[in-house]
């Protein structure tokens, strides 16, 4: 039995070791940096020395929390170069270092002061929120919010400066970037008033408990607010509608915008400059750290905006994107990386601030003209861009990306983002529910991650050169290939088998006389201890099982797709609905000239395919019902005599279904 337990052990390792390993983030190539003394500034900064593994100094981490209780993390990692040596530890005595290294701490620790005095001053214009302990705004946006319509204000410097970046973007984008949907954002409730701290009490507020939420997602706004507050001239951004002016020295900004009225009501335009105030404070440490002479350095607010010199050893830095459709793994999974230096950084996802109701999925970038959360499809967006470009620019570019959606994401392909030499990676769900990156980066430019054969490549360059949407891309089919685990299993199973036989045979020395088989009674073949071992096996096992195929679907229906299988088992599709974007698509060209109709009843989406057969008209009628529970079922039919795809199938509700009507040649899958 010894042989069976070492068996046993080594084969947890192995699986303990797999486990651990492939659970581990992607990093940078080279050596890792180690934290080691640190300095804690009075001003609630930290700064930190940075090691690697052989004891030797690399340079300085700033890190500080800062945008009020949203608690964003601003870092910026400073390295030795040829202009700058950090071969010290921080927080030693300055009398223990030599005056080249005490006067570069001085500086350095000066340097993080500006670095943290700036993103305060940021902080200060372009925080949404109110101090209500002190009863006083804690910022000029919330003065402008809290203003009438007419009312000038005066502002400072860097809300000057992110309005008119707001406004160069607002214009570039045709509207798509707007930060006068503030209003919209508070009515989805996306808004830091009731995102972070549960603040309710305007007149369109939802409340509920925390299960409600959890349950069913934050109760959709009434519709009277919506069109109130999506109104063109509500959410009018242009110079005519807030009027920027300086003079003196000052700044100021004039709200030109006419509340909107709801039963009475009337509710000022608000604006938020949350969508560029990182990128803004990134910009700004970026300069700060230039103009020191620093060439070496990372910078990273809120981990959507970064710029980026060179890394430690003067190379590239190696850049992860995040698989956003695995998001609720507790760590981060890889999709790609690409090489990158000499760069801003910006990243917007539709991944992380979301709920879902009614079995619709909403996020939190929202879409003016619909008055809407943005569901286009774009799941996370990055964009590389040159240092010329400033990461305020890309932040407002990601955002309004997100909101165009696929089709004008090509169009800036082939526009903008080639005359301003930026790369783009976009990770893209069809509806019907295929996983695609959309890129003008070339395939050999990138690096293949750990899910990356779950995408399809989906943009390619037609006669001319120019890129175009591949209509034809598919994803992969998400299959894993088991066989070395099924033999691993096999052999667990074969070697548990063998124990059992080897024991009885050997140890039991089992004969046909009498006094053997009372030999063989009291050396019973099954003792305590081998019996734990076989259960540890058959545990072994199951666990195997559930860490391996236990999660291979998902657990909510999220796409239900309608075929025409007269011609081939594949079958021809005819209708595709997407549960989370609550879109569909139908095929109008199919070769059996079936039509579709829709019909919305509250909850229930009511599809009717219907098409002539043998000269008769027959029919489907198909119904999702788009509660809490999402579910999909044959509510009548014009078939066959008894409508067995009504009566022999019931409602499905999770992904791998099928519902078939035979005689008419239908089927309904969800997946």
Not at 237 to 243: G, I, K, Q
Request: charged share 20%; with cysteine.
């Amino acid at each position: 039995m010894k042989s069976l337990y070492k068996l046993t052990v080594l084969i947890a390792l192995i699986i303990l070791l797999s486990f651990t390993f492939s659970s581990l983030p992607a990093y940078a190539d080279g050596v890792l940096p180690r934290s080691v003394n640190v300095y804690e500034s009075a001003r609630g900064y930290t700064l930190t020395s940075l090691k690697d593994d052989s004891g030797k100094y690399l340079g300085l981490r700033f890190y500080g929390l800062y945008f009020g209780s949203s608690n964003i993390a601003v870092l910026a990692e400073i390295f030795s170069s040829n202009n700058i040596t950090l071969d010290f530890a921080i927080n030693e005595q300055d009398e223990k270092l030599t005056p080249s290294q005490a006067d570069t701490k001085r500086r350095m620790i000066a340097l993080a002061d500006k670095i943290d005095e700036l993103i305060k001053e940021i902080d200060a214009a372009a925080n949404t929120q109110y101090d209500g302990q002190n009863k006083k705004p804690t910022s000029y946006v919330y003065r402008y919010n809290s203003a009438k319509y007419g009312e000038t204000i005066e502002v400072n410097e860097h809300m000057y400066n992110m309005l008119n970046i707001a406004r160069t973007m607002y214009d570039s984008t045709n509207g798509a970037f707007n930060p006068a949907v503030y209003r919209l954002v508070d009515l989805w409730g996306f808004s830091s008033r009731i995102y972070s701290n549960g603040n309710f009490g305007l007149p369109y507020d939802r409340v509920i408990t925390g299960e409600q939420f959890v349950n069913n997602g934050y109760p959709l706004p009434d519709q009277k607010y919506v069109d109130a507050f999506s109104a063109s001239a509500y959410t009018d951004f242009s110079n005519d509608a807030v009027t920027l002016s300086a003079a003196n020295g000052k700044y100021f900004v004039t709200k030109n915008v006419s509340p909107a009225k709801v039963d009475g009501e009337e509710y000022e335009q608000w604006i938020d400059l949350g969508g560029i105030a990182k990128g803004y404070a990134v910009d700004g440490v970026k300069t700060m750290l230039t103009n020191s002479g620093i060439d070496r350095y990372y910078v990273d607010a809120g981990t959507s905006s970064q710029a980026m010199g060179r890394d430690f050893t003067g190379d590239y830095f190696n850049l992860g994107i995040t698989d956003p459709f695995e998001s609720g793994q507790i760590f981060r999974v890889p999709l790609l990386s690409v090489k990158v230096a000499d760069c801003t950084v910006s990243t917007s996802g539709q991944n992380i601030r979301k709920y879902t109701h009614n079995g619709v999925e909403y996020a939190h970038i929202i879409d003016g003209n619909l008055g809407r959360p943005a569901q286009t499809g774009v799941k996370a967006l990055s964009i590389v861009a040159p240092q010329s470009y400033p990461a305020s620019y890309g932040d407002c570019l990601t955002t309004a990306l997100t909101v165009m959606g696929r089709d004008r994401i090509v169009e800036f392909m082939n526009g903008y983002l080639k005359d301003k030499g930026i790369k783009i990676v976009v990770c893209y769900q069809t509806v019907d529910g295929q996983q695609q990156v959309l890129s003008n980066y070339s395939i050999d430019e990138i690096t293949e991650g750990d899910t990356y054969d779950n995408f399809a490549w989906a943009i390619k360059t037609n006669d001319n050169g120019e890129f175009v949407y591949d209509f034809d891309a598919k994803a992969p089919v998400n299959s894993k290939d088991f066989t070395w685990l099924l033999i691993t299993l096999g052999v667990i199973v074969i070697l548990a088998v063998a124990a059992v036989i080897v024991t009885y045979f050997v140890k039991g020395k089992v004969n046909k006389t009498a006094s053997n088989v009372l030999n063989a009674k009291k050396d019973k073949p099954f003792k305590i201890g081998d019996v734990g071992v076989y259960i540890a096996v058959v545990m072994l096992i199951i666990v195997l099982f559930m860490a391996f195929f236990g999660k291979q679907d998902a657990t909510d229906l999220q796409v239900i797709k309608v075929v025409d299988f007269s011609k081939s088992s594949e079958g021809e599709l005819l209708f595709v609905y997407n549960v989370t974007r609550n879109e569909w698509i139908i095929y109008d060209d199919n070769s059996n000239g079936w039509t579709v109709e829709i019909t919305e009843d509250g909850n229930l989406l009511n599809v009717k395919f219907t098409r002539e057969i043998d000269g008769e008209r027959h029919y489907n009628l198909m119904q999702v019902t788009r509660g809490a529970a999402v579910s999909v079922k044959m509510a009548d039919s014009l078939c066959g005599r008894n409508k067995e795809c009504v009566r022999n199938f019931g409602a499905i509700d999770k992904p791998n279904g099928t519902i078939v009507c035979s005689p008419n040649r239908l089927k309904v899958i969800s997946e």
